[in-house]
Structures are given as C-alpha cells and as structure tokens.
C-alpha cells in the first residue's frame, strides 16, 4: 500500500485548505485511514480518521468543528478539509492507514504511511 499526501501550503489564519491522500496498491487490505500532523518541536498527534468502508470518523478535540475527513472510494481518496485555520495548526500533516476497523488515534497502530504535506498558517 501507498500514500501519497498532498494539498499543504502557505494560508493566512481564518482560511480554509483541503489535503488529500491517494491510496494505491493491496487497497482492500485498508480498513481505516487517518491524519495526524506533526508541529515544529512536537510529537506527531492524531487528527482524524475514518472508516474505509464505513466511513465512521473521529476527531481529536482540538480540530472538531473545524476539520472534516472524507473518503472516495471509487478514487481511492482520503481528504481533510480545514476550516477557519489558525496559526497553531501550523504543522506537517501525514496520512496513515492501518488494517483493522477501530479508528485508532495511536501513532504505532499505522502500518501505512504517507511523506507528509507542509500546512503554514501565517497571522
């Protein structure tokens, strides 16, 4: 399996971006995708995930009723829009996918990841 992230770039704080994350390869062998991004200084956190083929989600406190995750399965994609961005969200946001159905928000439960797309909000 790949991932492919994409999407980062230079926003001014109150905008709004979409990432997105082509999957390719053994796809039927994902069960649930997920974002997690990575501040300068930081460890990498849990953003979102969602269900492959459900398409239940979750959201770590900090992003919800501002980031929303979506997939297509027939394009094999799994995007993240931001809304209403703010310099904090400043970071490297990387997609993973993992082979068991529960939207896991633990870093080490990923198997899958992507290279990680650049997301700067300026003030």
């Known amino acids: 399996v790949q991932l492919q992230a994409s999407g980062g770039g230079l926003v001014q704080a109150g905008g709004s971006l979409r990432l997105s994350c082509a999957v390719s390869g053994r796809t039927s062998s994902i069960y649930t995708m997920a974002w997690f991004r990575q501040a300068p200084g930081k460890a990498r956190e849990f953003v979102a995930a969602?269900?492959?083929?459900?398409?239940?989600?979750a959201y770590a406190d900090s992003v919800k009723g501002r980031f929303t995750i979506s997939r297509d399965n027939a394009k094999n994609t799994v995007d993240l829009e931001i809304n209403r961005l703010k310099p904090e969200d400043t970071a490297v946001y990387y997609c993973?996918?993992?082979?068991?159905?529960?939207?896991?928000?633990?870093?080490?439960?990923?198997?899958?990841w992507g290279q990680g797309t650049q997301v700067t909000v300026s003030s």
């Open positions: 993973a996918g993992r082979r068991y159905k529960s939207a896991s928000g633990v870093e080490s439960d990923y198997e899958y």
């Open positions: 969602i269900g492959w083929i459900a398409g239940n989600t």
